[in-house]
DNA sequence: ACATCCCCTTAGCC
DNA sequence: AGGCTAAGGGGAT
C-alpha cells in the first residue's frame, strides 16, 4: 500500500522519525524498516513522493499509518510554534520531519517503565525478551518476529520468568501494574479522554512510574503534546541553555547534583510547557534527538 | 584485559 | 520536603 504525502504541506522523515528514540520496536534491514506494531509486522520505506509499506498478516486499515505516525498533525504549524530560539530551530533544520508516534499504551507504559535508568540499547533487548518469551510469534520472509504481550500476559508471569528478560529491579513493577491493568483498574484509553494532570496523576500511581515515565506515556501514546519528559539529557541542556529562565539558587543547586527531586523535575518540566507552548513535547523530542546525535555539544 | 562511568529514574528510608 | 541510597546489566570510554 502506499501513501502519498505533499511533503511541503506533510512534512515527514521516516528514519528521524525511527531513530529518535521514541520507538524500541523497529530495524531497517536494507532499504525496508521493519516493525511490531500491535498484532502485525509492519514494513516500510519512504519514496520520494511518499510511503509505501506492507503489513503481515494483510489488513486494510487505511489510516493505520496516518495514524501511528501522526500524519494528521500540522507539523509546519507545530513547528512554527515551538521555534522559539536558536537551539530549537537548528535541531528542527537538521532533523525535519521528525513525528511523535502515537503509540499503543499499554506497550508504551511497560517500554519507559523498563527505560528507567537504562540506555536505549539495553531497552530495546529487554522489550524483544518480553516479547519473546511472552509474545506471539510472526513469521515474515522466514525471520521472526513477536508481538508485544497483552497485560494478562505479564500478569501471570513469575518474578523468575520477568527477571530472565534482564528486566533487574524493574521485574517487580512491571508484574505489579500488569495485574492493576489486567485486573482493569486502571484503563488507559480512558486518559486520552483526560486533561493533561488528572492523567498523570492516575499514572503516577503505577508502580515503577515517576514523572518522567508518566510524561513519555503522555506524549507517545495518550495524544498529551504538552507534556515535556525531563531526562538526564534535557535537564543539562535547559540548565546550560536556558539558565535566566530559573533563579540562581535553583541552578546551582540542580547543576551540582545528579539526581532530581520531584518538585525540581516539576520545574524544568513547567518551563518546558510555558516556554514551547502546547506542543512543547515535540520541542522536546527535536532538542533530545539533537543532543543525543551530538549535533550540539554540551 | 579491565575498571569505571553512565544510562530517556524510581522507591524507600530517614 | 528533600537528601541519600540501592537497584541489573550492557555499552562506551
Not at 103 to 117: D, V
Not at 194 to 205: C, D, M, P, V
Request: aromatic content about 14%; overall charge positive.
Amino acid at each position: 500500500m502506499r501513501v502519498r504525502l505533499d511533503s511541503t504541506k506533510v512534512p515527514f522523515s521516516l528514519d528521524h522519525t525511527l531513530e529518535c528514540g521514541q520507538l524500541f520496536r523497529w530495524q531497517k534491514l536494507g532499504d525496508w524498516w521493519y516493525g511490531v506494531v500491535e498484532d502485525m509486522v509492519v514494513k516500510i520505506k519512504q519514496t520520494a513522493d511518499g510511503l509505501t509499506f506492507q503489513t503481515f498478516p494483510e489488513r486494510t486499515k487505511e489510516d493505520f499509518i496516518e495514524n501511528y505516525f501522526r500524519l494528521d498533525d500540522d507539523l509546519p504549524s507545530i513547528l512554527d510554534q515551538i521555534s522559539k530560539d536558536e537551539l530549537i530551530r537548528s535541531a528542527i533544520e537538521r532533523f525535519h520531519g521528525l513525528r511523535i508516534s502515537r503509540q499503543e499504551p499499554w506497550e508504551c507504559l511497560i517500554s519507559y517503565i523498563c527505560a528507567t535508568y537504562k540506555s536505549i540499547p539495553a531497552i530495546k533487548n529487554m522489550i524483544l525478551n518480553l516479547s519473546r518469551r511472552f509474545g506471539e510469534k510472526i513469521t515474515v520472509n522466514e525471520r521472526d518476529f513477536y508481538m508485544f504481550p497483552k497485560p494478562s500476559d505479564l500478569a501471570r508471569a513469575s518474578l523468575r520468568e520477568l527477571r530472565g528478560c534482564k528486566l533487574g529491579f524493574r521485574a517487580e513493577r512491571i508484574l505489579e501494574t500488569s495485574k492493576i491493568l489486567d485486573r482493569g483498574e486502571l484503563n488507559l484509553e480512558d486518559l486520552k479522554k483526560t486533561g493533561y494532570e488528572k492523567a498523570k496523576q492516575k499514572l503516577l500511581s503505577l508502580q515503577g512510574v515517576g514523572q518522567k515515565v508518566a510524561d513519555c506515556v503522555l506524549l507517545f501514546s495518550l495524544d498529551k503534546l504538552e507534556a515535556f519528559p525531563v531526562d538526564v539529557w534535557i535537564r543539562r541542556a535547559v540548565l546550560e541553555f536556558y539558565p535566566r529562565y530559573f533563579e540562581y539558587s535553583f541552578f546551582e543547586r540542580v547543576s551540582s547534583k545528579s539526581t532530581i527531586t520531584p518538585h525540581e523535575y516539576e520545574t524544568i518540566s513547567s518551563f518546558g510547557r510555558e516556554y514551547f507552548g502546547k506542543y512543547a513535547g515535540y520541542a522536546q523530542e527535536y532538542l533530545f534527538h539533537s543532543l543525543r546525535a551530538r549535533e550540539i555539544r554540551l
